[in-house]
């Protein structure tokens, strides 16, 4: 293996604080701007959530350079939060992307200056057609400021760039903006994990929202037997079924116990086994689990106990009355990608 030799400069204390103090300086810049930006916050946000709350259409975000990356991530955002939300550029707005803004939609136009000028056509556009128009910007007596119906106006704060060029604090402002928006919209509508889990299917966030029922083992190839079942049978079922134990139920169909191929082991050295039923051998205080528990959560649980002298390799699945549903293994939750 080669390693990399960094360059001498690199390894100088000095020019290592000097480092490390231009990045904090940023860092305290533009943290700095969002507290700021909090207190500056009023009426206009709570407008803005309404002409989009109202909405029968998306969120149609725009943006120019800079901003329209932002704006990208904010798109994102609200379409993964339950907010239908895209990005269209607006200087291909003027070239025929116009059509994709249709009345109903709501548009949420972003410029720190208020005077992008690939804008105009895109402002105009809303203006003839009575399509609402949310800005983000620092200019209220900007061209985007003067014609949006609601301004949602970021603090003046300074940029990080040293140079008072670079879009740093204020593209952090607007992208933070865009949070807000998302996250208010969010709680207002009541979206859930299950609801979030709708829209990530895949990935890791798919992976950590994903739940027990999606996995479970259930009907016929769930072993279930009545609590008054002789062990000889209840042994045969594990058998068949190949989880290495079966849940037992009381006359009513809930959970009263469960029967393992450790709780056989250590039962055979009694003597007269095959003669008792299961009741006289189960344990009655199974780990169960619900068809909503998260597979992560379930995970959790069998973690915790296979280091005590009872290995967990299943967890039973029952419902609100307690009746087993489900059976969930250690190899699904390895086999869905859990570790």
Do not use: W
Request: charge should be negative; aromatic fraction near 4%.
């Amino acid at each position: 293996m080669s390693i990399i030799k960094l360059p001498e400069s690199s390894r100088q204390p000095e020019a290592a604080e000097a480092t490390l103090e231009t990045a904090r300086r940023v860092l305290v810049t533009e943290g700095e701007a969002l507290i700021q930006m909090s207190a500056f916050l009023n009426e206009s946000f709570y407008e803005a959530i309404e002409l989009i709350s109202a909405a029968e259409g998306r969120v149609i975000i725009t943006g120019m350079g800079k901003s329209g990356h932002v704006g990208k991530k904010i798109a994102a955002t609200m379409a993964s939060t339950g907010t239908p939300a895209f990005f269209v550029h607006p200087a291909e707005a003027s070239h025929g992307d116009m059509g994709m803004i249709v009345r109903g939609d709501v548009v949420l136009a972003l410029s720190n200056s208020g005077e992008a000028k690939e804008l105009l056509d895109l402002i105009e556009y809303t203006r003839r057609f009575a399509i609402p128009l949310i800005s983000i910007t620092s200019k209220p007596m900007s061209t985007l400021g003067q014609r949006a119906d609601v301004t949602l106006l970021l603090p003046g704060c300074p940029e990080a760039c040293p140079n008072g060029l670079a879009p740093t604090t204020s593209t952090t402002m607007t992208m933070a903006m865009g949070d807000a928006l998302a996250i208010t919209l969010l709680e207002r509508k009541g979206f859930t994990a299950k609801d979030f889990k709708v829209y990530h299917p895949g990935g890791k966030l798919g992976q950590q929202l994903m739940r027990v029922s999606e996995i479970m083992h259930k009907g016929e190839g769930v072993p279930v037997a009545p609590e008054s079942v002789p062990v000889a049978k209840a042994v045969q079922i594990i058998t068949d079924k190949g989880f290495g134990c079966i849940a037992l139920t009381k006359e009513d169909g809930t959970l009263s116990g469960i029967i393992t191929d450790g709780d056989i082991r250590r039962q055979i050295a009694q003597g007269g086994l095959l003669e008792k039923t299961a009741a006289e051998v189960m344990s009655k205080t199974p780990k169960t689990v619900s068809p909503e528990t998260l597979v992560a959560e379930s995970m959790a649980i069998m973690n915790d106990l296979k280091n005590t002298f009872r290995k967990i390799t299943t967890l039973i699945v029952v419902d609100a009355e307690n009746k087993p549903v489900g059976l969930l293994h250690l190899h699904d939750c390895l086999r869905a990608g859990f570790a």
